[in-house]
């Protein structure tokens, strides 16, 4: 079995996970304990180190048919044959059909990826980070704390869009929607659309805060 992107389609193990989105260059810490997936696991370890992440709808309870791969950087074996992993996330793929279900799911996939843009997205890419700093500006404020935006966010248009469609929290269909574009504008279009509404509902509740301080 190859999991190489460069090959267009290919036999994937596939691991679901409840409402959990993994994407691109983004880190996901596994926890193993499952017999089947303890199985996988180490077939996997012997091989490329790498698997498919899906999402289990939280409310349909299907599994999701655009996904992440992800390869094993660390793995650490506890006494009583369970995992404890880091992975991360490498290309996307859409699932074609399953291969077979047991003793875990194998599932022939294709690799995607995002359609070259004709325009210049580096304005929204400024854009959507000033509308980040403004959200953990506000946060900060509200809960009396100074939040700091990690050293590493990315300035490009793509790593960017994935970065922050990987930390938004508690969402986890809007994140597997954002997964599945292949257009970086409408990505990052999209974000800047949530961090907007998240920045006006926090602004308000700011406005709040400070009319109830001044008079108390």
Not at 123 to 135: S, Y
Not at 136 to 151: A, C, F
Not at 193 to 216: C, G
């Amino acid at each position: 079995m190859t999991t190489s992107p460069n090959i267009a389609v290919c036999e994937l193990p596939l691991f679901p996970l409840p409402e959990v989105v993994l994407f691109p260059n983004r880190s996901l810490p596994l926890h193993i304990f499952e017999f089947r997936y303890r199985i996988m696991m180490n077939t996997i370890l012997s091989g490329d180190r790498r698997f498919g992440v899906l999402m289990v709808d939280p409310v349909q309870g299907t599994l999701a048919q655009v996904g992440c791969c992800a390869k094993i950087t660390d793995c650490q074996r506890l006494q009583d044959g369970r995992m404890r992993m880091v992975t991360m996330g490498q290309q996307r793929f859409r699932l074609l059909e399953y291969m077979r279900e047991k003793p875990y799911r194998v599932g022939l996939v294709e690799w995607i990826e995002d359609i070259p843009s004709k325009e210049d997205l580096h304005p929204m890419t400024t854009e959507v980070g000033q509308l980040l700093r403004d959200v953990m500006r506000l946060s900060g404020k509200l809960t009396g704390q100074k939040i700091e935006l990690p050293e590493d966010i990315p300035n490009l248009p793509v790593e960017l869009s994935y970065w922050i469609a990987s930390n938004l929290y508690g969402v986890a269909t809007e994140q597997q929607a954002l997964l599945e574009m292949q257009d970086v504008g409408m990505r990052l279009q999209r974000e800047s659309e949530i961090l907007t509404s998240t920045r006006n509902h926090l602004a308000a509740r700011t406005v709040l805060k400070d009319t109830f301080d001044n008079n108390f």
